[in-house]
């Protein structure tokens, strides 16, 4: 599965200037997908990309609980983007 990271994301969004809520809500969608992944990689690039849109404005109260799953990852960096999404 090819999951877009956050800087896929913020080009698209750059250069998507017409269409940027039609691309944002496609990525959200991704990221809904990409958040039932039992992977830990995956679940953590998502989060990344959902606090970024939470930053722009968008809410993501809805991914509360594949937060807390990321902070219980064995590795220090899935758990420091776990504890950031869940500021």
Request: hydrophobic content about 45%.
């Amino acid at each position: 599965m090819f999951e877009k990271t956050l800087s896929d994301l913020v080009s698209g969004i750059r250069s998507s200037r017409r269409n940027t809520a039609l691309y944002i809500s496609q990525n959200i969608a991704e990221i809904k997908t990409e958040l039932q992944s039992p992977d830990f990689f995956v679940k953590s690039n998502a989060l990344q990309k959902l606090t970024f849109l939470q930053m722009m404005g968008y809410t993501m109260s809805w991914a509360a609980f594949s937060a807390v799953e990321v902070m219980s990852s064995p590795r220090f960096a899935h758990k420091r983007i776990g504890y950031l999404a869940a500021c």
